[in-house]
Protein backbone atom coordinates (compact mmCIF):
# COMPACT_ATOMS: atom_id res chain seq x y z
CA UNK A 1 0.00 0.00 0.00
CA UNK A 2 1.42 3.18 -0.81
CA UNK A 3 2.30 5.74 1.69
CA UNK A 4 -0.29 8.81 1.44
CA UNK A 5 2.85 10.54 2.13
CA UNK A 6 4.83 9.94 -0.98
CA UNK A 7 4.98 12.22 -4.18
CA UNK A 8 2.48 10.30 -5.98
CA UNK A 9 0.08 9.61 -3.66
CA UNK A 10 -0.01 13.26 -2.61
CA UNK A 11 -0.26 14.71 -6.56
CA UNK A 12 -2.93 11.99 -7.39
CA UNK A 13 -4.73 13.35 -3.68
CA UNK A 14 -4.69 16.91 -4.46
CA UNK A 15 -5.77 16.52 -8.37
CA UNK A 16 -2.73 18.26 -9.79
CA UNK A 17 -3.17 18.43 -13.62
CA UNK A 18 -0.39 16.32 -15.82
CA UNK A 19 -0.90 18.04 -19.03
CA UNK A 20 2.52 20.32 -20.35
CA UNK A 21 4.56 17.97 -17.70
CA UNK A 22 6.41 16.00 -20.08
CA UNK A 23 9.98 16.56 -20.94
CA UNK A 24 10.98 18.13 -23.93
CA UNK A 25 12.79 15.99 -26.48
CA UNK A 26 12.79 16.07 -30.01
CA UNK A 27 14.68 13.19 -30.80
CA UNK A 28 15.57 10.15 -28.15
CA UNK A 29 18.15 8.12 -27.39
CA UNK A 30 18.23 5.90 -25.40
CA UNK A 31 21.63 3.41 -24.21
CA UNK A 32 21.25 0.40 -22.98
CA UNK A 33 23.57 -0.21 -19.40
CA UNK A 34 22.15 -2.87 -17.48
CA UNK A 35 22.57 -3.09 -13.74
CA UNK A 36 21.99 -0.05 -10.78
CA UNK A 37 21.99 3.55 -11.87
CA UNK A 38 22.23 6.03 -9.52
CA UNK A 39 20.51 9.34 -9.31
CA UNK A 40 22.37 10.32 -11.94
CA UNK A 41 22.25 7.69 -14.14
CA UNK A 42 24.64 8.67 -17.07
CA UNK A 43 27.62 9.36 -14.50
CA UNK A 44 26.49 7.20 -11.74
CA UNK A 45 26.44 3.34 -13.47
CA UNK A 46 28.32 0.69 -15.06
CA UNK A 47 29.11 3.33 -17.73
CA UNK A 48 32.08 4.84 -17.85
CA UNK A 49 31.28 8.53 -15.93
CA UNK A 50 33.40 10.08 -18.59
CA UNK A 51 31.54 8.94 -21.25
CA UNK A 52 28.64 9.71 -19.87
CA UNK A 53 29.27 13.26 -19.25
CA UNK A 54 30.54 13.77 -22.62
CA UNK A 55 26.93 12.24 -23.71
CA UNK A 56 25.36 15.01 -21.31
CA UNK A 57 27.89 17.93 -23.46
CA UNK A 58 26.85 16.30 -26.88
CA UNK A 59 23.09 16.67 -26.51
CA UNK A 60 23.04 20.14 -24.41
CA UNK A 61 21.38 23.01 -25.93
CA UNK A 62 19.74 20.39 -28.80
CA UNK A 63 16.30 19.13 -28.69
CA UNK A 64 18.33 15.61 -28.03
CA UNK A 65 17.53 14.02 -24.88
CA UNK A 66 19.71 11.14 -23.64
CA UNK A 67 18.44 8.44 -21.23
CA UNK A 68 19.79 4.71 -20.27
CA UNK A 69 17.77 1.81 -20.25
CA UNK A 70 17.58 -2.00 -19.34
CA UNK A 71 15.52 -4.89 -19.89
CA UNK A 72 12.52 -5.12 -17.34
CA UNK A 73 13.28 -7.67 -14.14
CA UNK A 74 15.97 -8.16 -11.55
CA UNK A 75 19.61 -6.12 -12.10
CA UNK A 76 21.98 -8.21 -10.74
CA UNK A 77 25.26 -5.63 -9.84
CA UNK A 78 27.44 -7.10 -12.79
CA UNK A 79 28.85 -5.54 -16.11
CA UNK A 80 27.87 -6.97 -19.49
CA UNK A 81 30.37 -7.73 -22.24
CA UNK A 82 27.92 -7.79 -24.94
CA UNK A 83 27.27 -4.51 -26.87
CA UNK A 84 25.05 -1.86 -26.10
CA UNK A 85 21.38 -1.87 -27.70
CA UNK A 86 20.74 2.08 -28.83
CA UNK A 87 16.91 3.02 -29.80
CA UNK A 88 17.25 6.46 -31.72
CA UNK A 89 13.60 7.78 -32.10
CA UNK A 90 12.20 11.07 -33.82
CA UNK A 91 8.87 12.35 -32.81
CA UNK A 92 8.16 14.75 -35.34
CA UNK A 93 4.06 14.33 -36.11
CA UNK A 94 3.96 12.61 -39.21
CA UNK A 95 7.53 12.12 -39.41
CA UNK A 96 8.05 10.06 -36.92
CA UNK A 97 10.49 7.31 -36.87
CA UNK A 98 13.18 4.61 -34.69
CA UNK A 99 15.98 3.29 -35.27
CA UNK A 100 18.24 0.53 -33.13
CA UNK A 101 22.17 0.46 -33.38
CA UNK A 102 24.34 -1.66 -31.61
CA UNK A 103 27.84 -0.27 -29.79
CA UNK A 104 30.60 -1.67 -28.41
CA UNK A 105 31.18 1.46 -26.32
CA UNK A 106 28.44 4.24 -25.86
CA UNK A 107 31.15 6.48 -26.65
CA UNK A 108 30.73 5.89 -30.11
CA UNK A 109 27.60 8.01 -30.18
CA UNK A 110 29.48 11.09 -29.80
CA UNK A 111 30.56 10.90 -33.43
CA UNK A 112 27.27 10.98 -34.51
CA UNK A 113 25.81 15.19 -35.27
CA UNK A 114 22.68 15.85 -32.22
CA UNK A 115 21.85 18.81 -34.25
CA UNK A 116 20.97 16.79 -37.16
CA UNK A 117 19.38 14.03 -35.25
CA UNK A 118 17.27 16.49 -33.85
CA UNK A 119 16.09 17.76 -37.03
CA UNK A 120 14.79 14.02 -38.01
CA UNK A 121 18.03 13.27 -39.98
CA UNK A 122 18.58 9.62 -39.97
CA UNK A 123 21.81 8.44 -38.54
CA UNK A 124 21.64 5.11 -41.32
CA UNK A 125 23.66 3.16 -39.10
CA UNK A 126 21.09 1.41 -37.66
CA UNK A 127 18.60 -0.39 -38.67
CA UNK A 128 14.65 0.98 -38.99
CA UNK A 129 12.28 -0.29 -36.42
CA UNK A 130 8.53 -0.21 -36.63
CA UNK A 131 5.94 -0.59 -33.86
CA UNK A 132 6.07 0.63 -30.40
CA UNK A 133 8.58 0.68 -27.83
CA UNK A 134 7.58 2.20 -24.63
CA UNK A 135 10.05 3.41 -21.71
CA UNK A 136 8.96 3.35 -18.35
CA UNK A 137 10.74 5.41 -15.78
CA UNK A 138 12.32 2.91 -13.07
CA UNK A 139 15.03 5.24 -11.44
CA UNK A 140 14.67 4.68 -7.93
CA UNK A 141 17.85 6.15 -6.81
CA UNK A 142 16.05 9.19 -7.96
CA UNK A 143 12.36 8.64 -6.51
CA UNK A 144 11.15 5.14 -4.81
CA UNK A 145 7.91 6.16 -6.54
CA UNK A 146 9.24 5.21 -9.88
CA UNK A 147 11.00 2.57 -8.66
CA UNK A 148 8.11 0.79 -7.05
CA UNK A 149 5.33 1.63 -9.78
CA UNK A 150 7.06 1.94 -12.43
CA UNK A 151 8.57 -1.34 -12.28
CA UNK A 152 5.35 -3.22 -11.90
CA UNK A 153 4.12 -1.39 -14.63
CA UNK A 154 7.16 -2.36 -16.51
CA UNK A 155 7.10 -5.77 -15.89
CA UNK A 156 3.22 -5.91 -16.33
CA UNK A 157 3.61 -4.62 -19.86
CA UNK A 158 6.86 -6.41 -20.90
CA UNK A 159 4.77 -9.89 -19.92
CA UNK A 160 1.82 -8.91 -22.53
CA UNK A 161 4.67 -7.14 -25.44
CA UNK A 162 7.80 -9.39 -25.14
CA UNK A 163 10.75 -7.32 -26.21
CA UNK A 164 9.46 -4.15 -26.67
CA UNK A 165 9.42 -2.90 -23.43
CA UNK A 166 12.40 -1.22 -21.33
CA UNK A 167 13.27 0.40 -17.78
CA UNK A 168 14.21 3.47 -18.11
CA UNK A 169 16.78 6.26 -16.30
CA UNK A 170 14.57 9.79 -15.53
CA UNK A 171 12.09 10.62 -17.05
CA UNK A 172 11.00 13.95 -15.12
CA UNK A 173 7.86 13.96 -12.84
CA UNK A 174 8.23 11.16 -10.45
CA UNK A 175 5.22 12.41 -8.55
CA UNK A 176 3.26 10.94 -11.89
CA UNK A 177 4.47 7.53 -11.41
CA UNK A 178 4.20 5.40 -13.05
CA UNK A 179 5.01 7.38 -16.15
CA UNK A 180 6.24 6.13 -19.20
CA UNK A 181 7.05 7.56 -22.79
CA UNK A 182 5.53 5.67 -26.21
CA UNK A 183 8.29 5.69 -29.18
CA UNK A 184 8.68 7.11 -31.75
CA UNK A 185 5.61 9.31 -31.41
CA UNK A 186 7.14 11.15 -28.11
CA UNK A 187 3.98 10.94 -26.16
CA UNK A 188 4.40 10.51 -22.45
CA UNK A 189 2.03 9.53 -19.40
CA UNK A 190 1.72 9.58 -16.09
CA UNK A 191 -0.47 7.84 -13.25
CA UNK A 192 -0.49 4.81 -15.84
CA UNK A 193 -2.41 1.63 -14.56
CA UNK A 194 -1.76 -1.72 -16.69
CA UNK A 195 -5.52 -1.03 -18.06
CA UNK A 196 -4.84 2.67 -19.08
CA UNK A 197 -1.42 1.60 -20.57
CA UNK A 198 -2.76 -0.88 -23.13
CA UNK A 199 -5.22 1.80 -23.97
CA UNK A 200 -2.02 4.18 -24.65
CA UNK A 201 -0.52 1.45 -26.50
CA UNK A 202 -3.05 0.40 -29.07
CA UNK A 203 -3.79 3.89 -29.76
CA UNK A 204 0.38 4.52 -30.30
CA UNK A 205 -0.07 1.60 -32.67
CA UNK A 206 -3.06 3.54 -34.72
CA UNK A 207 -1.38 6.90 -34.69
CA UNK A 208 -3.57 8.51 -31.76
CA UNK A 209 -2.96 9.22 -28.04
CA UNK A 210 -5.98 9.23 -25.31
CA UNK A 211 -6.51 12.21 -22.76
CA UNK A 212 -6.64 9.78 -19.59
CA UNK A 213 -2.93 10.62 -18.00
CA UNK A 214 -1.43 12.46 -20.92
CA UNK A 215 1.42 14.60 -19.63
CA UNK A 216 2.30 15.76 -23.25
CA UNK A 217 3.90 15.27 -26.66
CA UNK A 218 7.80 15.60 -26.10
CA UNK A 219 7.86 17.04 -29.58
CA UNK A 220 6.44 20.46 -27.90
CA UNK A 221 7.71 22.82 -25.09
CA UNK A 222 5.67 22.44 -22.25
CA UNK A 223 3.43 25.60 -22.43
CA UNK A 224 2.70 24.25 -26.25
CA UNK A 225 1.98 20.72 -24.80
CA UNK A 226 -0.25 22.60 -22.25
CA UNK A 227 -2.18 24.67 -25.77
CA UNK A 228 -2.22 21.09 -27.25
CA UNK A 229 -3.88 18.86 -24.71
CA UNK A 230 -6.46 21.81 -24.08
CA UNK A 231 -7.39 22.01 -27.89
CA UNK A 232 -7.47 17.74 -27.99
CA UNK A 233 -10.11 18.13 -25.07
CA UNK A 234 -12.28 20.56 -26.80
CA UNK A 235 -12.58 19.40 -30.08
CA UNK A 236 -11.90 15.61 -29.27
CA UNK A 237 -8.94 15.41 -31.71
CA UNK A 238 -7.15 12.26 -30.65
CA UNK A 239 -4.80 11.67 -33.76
CA UNK A 240 -1.35 12.34 -33.21
CA UNK A 241 -0.22 14.14 -35.90
CA UNK A 242 -3.55 15.90 -36.81
CA UNK A 243 -2.47 18.97 -34.69
CA UNK A 244 0.24 21.50 -35.60
CA UNK A 245 1.51 23.80 -32.45
CA UNK A 246 2.58 26.77 -33.32
CA UNK A 247 5.72 28.03 -30.52
CA UNK A 248 4.18 30.02 -27.59
CA UNK A 249 4.45 33.47 -27.87
CA UNK A 250 4.35 36.19 -25.10
CA UNK A 251 2.29 38.78 -24.63
CA UNK A 252 2.79 41.95 -22.99
CA UNK A 253 0.90 40.41 -19.80
CA UNK A 254 3.11 37.93 -19.23
CA UNK A 255 0.48 35.09 -20.57
CA UNK A 256 0.83 32.93 -23.96
CA UNK A 257 -0.83 32.86 -27.20
CA UNK A 258 -0.42 29.18 -28.97
CA UNK A 259 -2.05 28.84 -32.10
CA UNK A 260 -3.30 25.47 -32.51
CA UNK A 261 -4.56 23.94 -36.44
CA UNK A 262 -6.11 21.00 -37.30
CA UNK A 263 -5.35 19.54 -40.71
CA UNK A 264 -9.07 19.66 -41.51
CA UNK A 265 -8.53 23.34 -41.71
CA UNK A 266 -9.93 24.13 -38.30
CA UNK A 267 -7.80 26.14 -35.75
CA UNK A 268 -7.51 28.00 -32.10
CA UNK A 269 -6.20 30.41 -30.24
CA UNK A 270 -5.30 28.75 -27.01
CA UNK A 271 -4.22 31.71 -23.86
CA UNK A 272 -2.53 30.09 -21.12
CA UNK A 273 -1.05 31.90 -17.87
CA UNK A 274 1.59 30.01 -15.69
CA UNK A 275 0.19 29.24 -11.90
CA UNK A 276 1.13 26.94 -9.12
CA UNK A 277 -0.84 23.89 -8.00
CA UNK A 278 -1.52 23.97 -4.22
CA UNK A 279 -1.14 22.83 -1.69
CA UNK A 280 2.68 23.23 -1.21
CA UNK A 281 4.30 19.28 -0.93
CA UNK A 282 6.95 17.59 -2.33
CA UNK A 283 7.65 17.08 -5.88
CA UNK A 284 9.67 13.93 -5.02
CA UNK A 285 9.96 12.01 -2.30
CA UNK A 286 11.99 12.89 0.59
CA UNK A 287 12.34 16.79 -0.82
CA UNK A 288 11.33 20.37 1.00
CA UNK A 289 7.41 20.48 -0.07
CA UNK A 290 6.79 23.47 -2.84
CA UNK A 291 3.95 24.45 -5.35
CA UNK A 292 4.58 22.99 -8.21
CA UNK A 293 4.27 25.01 -11.34
CA UNK A 294 0.84 24.46 -13.53
CA UNK A 295 -0.26 26.03 -17.20
CA UNK A 296 -3.94 27.98 -16.86
CA UNK A 297 -5.27 27.68 -20.02
CA UNK A 298 -7.14 31.30 -19.45
CA UNK A 299 -9.11 31.49 -23.22
CA UNK A 300 -9.23 29.06 -26.35
CA UNK A 301 -11.14 30.58 -29.25
CA UNK A 302 -11.91 29.26 -32.35
CA UNK A 303 -10.21 31.06 -35.44
Known sequence: MTSPQTCSALARAFGEPLTGTAPYARTWVAVEQPGPWGRQA?????????????????????????????????????????PHSVLI?????????????????????????????????????????????VLVCTNGRRDRCCAVHGRRLALALAADHPGRVWECSHLGGHRFAPTAAFLPGGVVYGQLGHDGAERAWVAAAEGRLVLDGLRGRSWLSPIAQAADGAVRRFATVDGLAALTVSEPSVRASGAWTVDVSHVDGRGWTVSIEAGQSTPARPESCGKAAVTPRLWHVTGLVTR
Open 42 to 82: LTDSHLDPAVGTALERWADGTGVTVLLIRRPGRHADVHRPE
Open 89 to 133: AHTAPGGAWLERMWVADPAELLSLDAAALERGIRPGIGDPESGVL
